[in-house]
């Protein structure tokens, strides 16, 4: 048997082996929670915090797109999405059985996408209806999901495509106005971090202290295009070509006060809801991004610089040489009727070649090509659409003689139809030059108006009397001269034909291509608007008297008439 | 052994009434009556510390609470804004030129063009 003091001895070891053990396993725990509160801190609260909150993120609603009138030409509404998580679906062929109908898909197409191998995000339908959501969620089909997402419509389809452009499946603006305006139209998504329940429960558990961000909506963009003058100018443009199978044709509205664009048009156009099923080819806006020789319409222009040089007026007479005349060396021109001798204003009648190019080479390369870069040739105009064309012109240095006889017929200088249509209208106005504008205003949420139209750049080009002798001979070209078909009842129209042939492959004149061009504006007197409309490669007629006058004719016509009754409508 | 911790024991109880009896007396010689509104004081302090963390909790529930309905209404809001947004579509869709064109043609308007919009003068 121990005796007392061994086994208080053997107690006194224990307690002391019980005791280090206590402690050490408190400095292991203590140890433990070091590690896991100082050392592992961010991890686990990183851990703890994708558990307990979920980021929903509060998408802006991108801008509309609307005319000078408020009506709207773009704008996104709520559609709804139809994916499937192809690990979480059991039964696939009855979910495709089920999905086939709702979705418009036939079930062969419908099973690839429900057993991806590799993906667990894969979209079935996207932009479907709101019945069509709810009859989806109503299967209750495990994996298959729909999502609110918002889509870009354009209620008008075509009309005026090339002015809106598109955008893709994520809204960014792609082309047109969607495109240059993407940062105002797109707006700042906002965010909310949602607290959740162990079982993702709905309604989310509601923290009034949870970080967020209210979403900022884009801003509205006010076209100066009015959505009915757009509609008239595509209609008339959309006969022009067909009556003349040509390959393609393009028109501009402008105010003739302003210089605000009020329709733009482009063939062949495109739907921008359906932008993918139309040939690239038809996104190209050839108002702007394609430059042309347009031939005789440059003469006014020429003139014009030449009354105001004071270097003729309109009564100075100018000998034709008959129709054909070896002007500099190695170059011989012909007019399409022989004239002897006319004055100024019956060159620009009968559209003389001869006489313009005399006039020109009077004015000299440095005076004429000082006068064409006050009208803007050779820069871009700066409208707020991308993929503008600066259109050619040399600078006057590097003019050659045949230059200086060429650019005075439209040859040798290349503009937009845009540019061309600009350019008439110090002549339409008051003589001074003003960069045409398609952007009224933008209109933040926070109704903040910054109006974009504003033209500092103005020029003062041509006097007074001159703007008067031009109109009054534009007008004659139009009662007497090459475009008496624009020459119709109620309206008084002035304007000029042009009619150049297209360069051919071998890099010579084609004598089968030709673009058609009539700029004309009305009440010639007091001209409110000015029109432009080319027509590429007609067939059966060529002449810009004939293929482009008379659509342009109908434009001012129309839309002279239907200003009118804008105003009486609202100032009875 | 039993006896000493017996003893041991007895010795440590008696030192523990003897200090306890010294305090009672302290506390008699200081005054009864300051104490006496020190401890209602410190009581009156818990209490008042109770209430508000009382209605600092209520607050948070109530808060909560409207946050719900702040909610809610949102979800109201933002489903009539896509109503509207969805209206205003179709009236555009509707009222588009090429819409107006159709439905003349369909239901023979007979409505006239922009130039015999206006009687003309004399």
Same mark, same amino acid.
């Given at each position: 048997m121990k005796s007392l003091s061994v086994y208080q001895n053997e107690m006194a070891q224990r307690s002391l082996g019980i005791f280090f053990l206590i402690i050490f396993a408190i400095l292991f725990l203590i140890g433990r929670l070091f590690w896991i509160q100082v050392l592992e801190h961010e991890k686990y609260k990183q851990q703890a915090f994708q558990q307990h909150w979920i980021h929903k993120e509060i998408p802006a609603k991108r801008g509309d797109i609307l005319d000078r009138n408020g009506i709207i030409l773009a704008t996104s509404i709520p559609t709804y999405s139809c994916y499937c998580d192809p690990k979480m679906i059991k039964d696939v062929h009855g979910a495709a059985k089920k999905l086939s109908p709702v979705l418009e898909m036939e079930e062969d197409k419908l099973v690839p996408f429900l057993t991806h191998p590799k993906r667990r995000f894969v979209w079935? =339908?996207?932009?479907? &209806?709101k019945e069509t959501s709810q009859k989806i969620q109503s299967f209750k089909i495990a994996g298959v999901q729909t999502i609110k997402e918002t889509k870009r419509v354009y209620? $008008?389809?075509?009309?005026?495509s090339h002015v809106l452009g598109f955008t893709g499946n994520e809204e960014n603006g792609l082309e047109g106005v969607e495109a240059n305006f993407q940062a105002e139209l797109s707006g700042e998504n906002g965010f909310q971090w949602e607290l959740k329940d162990g079982r993702l429960a709905? !309604?989310?558990?509601?923290? !009034? %202290?949870s970080p967020m961000k209210k979403p900022v909506n884009g801003a509205d963009i006010y076209l100066t295009i009015d959505h009915i003058m757009q509609s008239i100018v595509e209609k008339e443009l959309q006969d022009a070509v067909s009556r003349y199978e040509a390959k393609g044709a393009c028109a501009v509205l402008l105010d003739a006060k302003t210089a605000q664009i009020l329709a733009l048009a482009s063939l062949p156009d495109f739907d921008p809801n359906d932008f993918r099923s139309f040939p690239r080819s038809t996104w190209k806006n050839k108002a702007i991004a394609d430059a042309y020789e347009l031939g005789s319409v440059m003469k006014p222009l020429v003139v014009a610089s030449a009354l105001s040089e004071k270097l003729v007026s309109m009564d100075t007479t100018i000998f034709c040489h008959h129709g054909s005349c070896k002007i500099i060396p190695g170059r011989t021109l012909r007019d399409t009727h022989g004239y002897g001798d006319l004055t100024v204003a019956e060159i620009l009648i009968k559209s003389s070649n001869i006489g313009t190019t005399k006039i020109g080479m009077q004015m000299g390369a440095k005076t004429l090509c000082h006068y064409l870069e006050l009208l803007n040739f050779g820069k871009k105009t700066g409208v707020e659409l991308p993929g503008e064309s600066p259109g050619i012109l040399k600078p006057a240095h590097k003019w050659t003689n045949f230059t200086l006889t060429s650019v005075p017929m439209g040859h040798e200088i290349c503009a937009t139809p845009l540019q061309m249509a600009a350019s008439y209208l110090p002549i339409a106005g008051d003589g001074i030059y003003r960069p045409p504008s398609i952007v009224e205003k933008v209109v933040y949420p926070?109704?903040?108006?910054? $109006?974009? %139209?504003?033209?500092? &750049?103005?020029k003062k080009i041509y006097s007074g009397q001159t703007i008067k002798e031009m109109q009054q001979v534009l007008r004659l070209v139009v009662e007497k001269g090459t *475009?008496?078909? *624009?020459?119709?009842? =109620?309206v008084e129209i002035a304007g000029k034909t042009g009619t150049a042939q297209k360069l051919d492959s071998t890099g010579g004149y084609s004598h089968e291509h030709y673009i058609s061009v009539f700029v004309g504006f009305a009440p010639y007197k007091n001209p409110t608007l000015c029109a432009l409309v080319m027509v590429d490669e007609p067939k059966g007629a060529y002449y810009g008297g004939t293929v482009s006058a008379p659509p342009v004719a109908n434009i001012l016509k129309q839309c002279i008439f239907y200003e009118k009754s804008l105003i009486k409508k609202y100032n009875p | 052994m039993e006896k000493n911790l017996f003893q041991n024991t007895q010795r440590v109880l008696s030192k523990a009434a003897k200090t306890c009896r010294n305090i009672g007396e302290d506390i008699a010689k200081k005054g009864g009556f300051k104490i006496f509104w020190g401890y209602i004081l410190f009581m009156l302090l818990i209490g008042l510390s109770a209430f508000f963390l009382m209605a600092l909790v209520q607050a948070k529930v109530t808060s909560f609470q409207l946050g719900y309905q702040i909610a809610k209404l949102e979800k109201q809001k933002e489903l009539l804004l896509e109503e509207i947004y969805t209206l205003q579509y179709e009236i555009a869709v509707l009222t588009s030129p090429q819409s107006l064109i159709q439905a003349n043609k369909n239901w023979e308007l007979e409505l006239l063009p922009p130039e015999e919009w206006i009687e003309e003068k004399p």
């Open positions: 079935l =339908k996207r932009f479907l &209806d209620p $008008h389809g075509k009309l005026a709905k !309604p989310k558990i509601y923290d !009034p %202290y926070d109704s903040k108006t910054l $109006h974009r %139209y504003q033209s500092p &750049d103005i *475009a008496q078909k *624009a020459n119709i009842k =109620k | -």
